[in-house]
């Protein structure tokens, strides 16, 4: 089992789901299924929908992407040297269990 960090600014993950979410002065705002995101393209999709957010501020995107990069480590498992790469089955459970 790999750890990685619990939260990162307003981001937490929710082991469960497994999901993140974004929570402000105790009021989640966004959710995000980290089951959904088993590609490179996956994880863009959330980046761009949560900076393009009216409340998205540079201290949110960031910490969306502190967290993208401490549970998926994505140079490595989603894009290395520019190939596009698919998960596989039970990537998650061994990162956020």
Known sequence: MITVNRSWGLWKLDEDGPSLY?????????????????????????IFQVSNKTWATARVVSGLLDAFEDIFSPQANLCPSGKDKTLPAGFLRKVVN
Do not use: F, P
């Open 22 to 46: 974004l929570n402000h002065r105790g009021v989640e705002l966004y959710r995000i299924d980290l089951n959904r995101i088993r590609n490179s393209a996956d994880m863009l999709d959330w």
